[in-house]
């Protein structure tokens, strides 16, 4: 789009391609691939069963919310569709968009803290010796860390480029 720098488009893709790997390895676990955890932790997070669910259901629903970083870069992101009754058409306010992708932005920085600091509850590995699968599983996921402050970074682009139009 015209006017967006390069930088910011390359970031709105990475946003996408860093949680492709952990929801891969999500996606996984809940089909039901041993990737080295216990049988105890499976039970405990109900794989298979209902954890199977929220898993997959995780997994979609992190690529559909970093693919929205997209719209912060292309023209899509910028205007209501035509098809919407009474606004369609419209250019949607940058303070809207802007505030939206910020508010994201805290409760994920806040998951992705709480994921550091219980890690090794979180894949398992708690009270275990570090394995293939853990160092696996950890390089999975460290690309995830990143979504919060790429979204931050082109969320900045966003705004500026688009006050600077207006």
């Keep these: 789009m015209a006017g967006t720098p390069r930088w910011a488009v390359i970031a ?4 996408v391609w860093c949680v492709i790997p952990s929801s891969v390895w999500r996606s996984a676990a809940g089909f039901g691939a041993g990737l080295g955890m216990s049988d105890e932790w499976r039970e405990l997070q109900r794989i298979p069963g209902t954890g199977t669910v929220y898993v997959l259901t995780l997994s979609v629903l ?5 693919s929205l970083t997209l719209g912060l870069v292309y023209p899509w992101g910028e205007r209501i569709p035509p098809r919407v009754p009474l606004a369609g058409g419209r250019d949607l306010p940058t303070w809207l968009v802007a505030g939206l992708a910020m508010a994201g932005v805290v409760p994920l920085a806040v998951i992705v803290w709480l994921s550091i600091v219980n890690w090794d509850v979180l894949i398992g590995a708690a009270g275990r010796p570090t394995t293939g ?6 390089a999975c996921y460290l690309p995830a860390t990143l979504w919060p402050i790429l979204v931050t970074a082109v969320t900045f ?5 688009r006050t600077a139009a207006e």
């Design 12 to 15: 709105a893709w990475a946003t």
């Design 62 to 66: 992190s690529i559909a919310f970093a």
């Design 157 to 161: 682009a966003y705004v500026r480029r």
């Design 133 to 138: 699968w853990t160092t696996l599983a950890t």
